[in-house]
C-alpha cells in the first residue's frame, strides 16, 4: 500500500472513529464478556456475593466425583461451547430468550442438581444464570466457578475441543501465545498500514457493530457462527494469497475463542486488537 495512502487510511480510520464517539455510538459496547485467564487462580472474587443470595459453588474435585449425578449447564455463547466444554454439558446460553424455560425443562426431565458454569473464577455469568434458574423454579441450582479451563487442566478426558475428546492439556492455547497476536491500537493500525492488501474483519455481533465501521468500510463485518462458513473462505484465500488478517471484536474476549478455528485452518499471519472496539472508545472517553 503506498505510502500516501497509508496515512489517509490512518487518518479516515481515526476521524472515523471520532465521528462515531460523538454519535454516542460507544454505549452499545458497554455489554462485557467476561473472560478470566487465571486458571487454577486459588481467589474467588465473586463468591461471597452469590454464597449470599444461596449460590452455592462446586469444586473441580466434587464435580468431577459427581459428573453423572448432576446436569451440567454451559452458561455462555453456543461459539464458545462449541470450542470448548465439559463432557457432557448442555449448552444453555444465559442470554438465550428461552434460558428460563430451558432450564426448568432439563431440571424436570432430569430430577438432578443444576450445575452452572462459564469461563473462570471472574466470570460471572455462571452466577448469574444459577440465580435465573433459582428464579425460574429451578430449586438446586449450583456454579462450577472454576471454569471450563481450570476443568480442562484438571480432566483432559472429560472434556471436548472442537467437537473432539481433549487429548492433552497442552492442546489448550496458552495465554503467552494468544498475547503473541495481540496488539494494542497503536501497533494494531501501524500493522495494518504496513500490510499488503490486509484483511479487516469485525466479527461483532449485528447490535454491537450498530452499522458503524471502524475502518471506513474498508473491513468485513462477519459476526461469529458455529460454522464459521463465511469467515472459512477469507481464511483460505488469506492462506492462498499470503496476506495478512486483523480482527475486531467488541471487548477483546471473543477473539481468544476464534484463535481455536484460526490454529485448527493452519492460518499464522493473525492479529487481534487488544480490548476489541470498546478499548478505542473507553480510550476516548466514551462511557
Known sequence: MPTAARKGMSRNVHHSIRRSARAGLGCLLAASLAWPFLVGAEDFPLREKYMSVGIQPVETEALAASLDEMSVVDARSVYEYETLHIQGARSIP??????????????????????????????????????????AGVSDARVYDAGVFAWAQANPAQTVLLGEPLEQVDQLISGEQFERHLLDEDAFYARIMDSDKPIIVDIRSKSQRAGVSLFQMQDRHIPLTTDNRELSGLVARARAEERSMFFVDATGKQVRWLQYYLEEQGLADYWFLQGGALAIFEGMGVQ
Do not use: D, I
Not at 432450564?103 to 443444576?114: F, I, T
Open 94 to 135: 444465559l442470554a438465550s430468550s428461552g434460558f428460563a424455560e430451558a432450564v426448568r425443562n432439563l431440571a424436570e426431565q432430569s430430577g438432578q442438581p443444576m450445575v452452572f458454569y462459564c469461563n473462570g473464577v471472574t466470570c460471572a455469568v455462571s452466577y448469574k444464570a444459577a440465580l435465573k434458574a433459582k428464579e
